[in-house]
């Protein structure tokens, strides 16, 4: 059983996502392995804290390359399109815990790639970035 202490610390760390940061630049560190890496570390930071200020896309290790490879790996046929079944189990799998479940497209039970690519980089987002 958890002392108080050690719920408020959990509390903490969950309230502001900070195993899920960490887990994020330990991934891109070992991704990348750059020469300097507390440099690196603090350049990704950075951009972290400019992407919430200014809506950009958040440092992550899924790019629009990488979006675009698990895109094609959903549609190997090159339809243009997946379900939203191949949708959800793809942003659950990339780590993605909360992402819009009506995302342009499930009517039809066909999700774009344009959609997939942006509701993946807003789920990144949320995922990465406390409130």
């Known amino acids: ?68 490879a698990v895109f094609g790996i959903l549609d190997p046929t090159k339809q243009g399109h997946i379900s939203y079944a191949q949708y959800r189990e793809a942003l659950t799998t990339l780590g993605i815990e909360t992402f819009n479940e009506q995302p342009e497209g499930v009517a039809k039970d066909i999700i774009s790639q344009e959609t997939f690519k942006r509701e993946a980089k807003e789920g990144l987002k949320r995922s990465f970035i406390p409130d």
């Open 1 to 68: 059983m958890a002392t108080s202490k050690e719920q408020e610390a959990a509390d903490y760390l969950r309230k502001h996502k900070i195993i899920e940061l960490m887990g994020n630049l330990t991934s891109m560190l070992f991704f990348y392995r750059p020469e300097r890496p507390q440099e690196f570390l603090i350049t990704q930071l950075e951009e972290l804290r400019e992407s919430k200020t200014r809506s950009l896309d958040c440092p992550s290790l899924f790019n629009d390359t990488n979006l675009d």
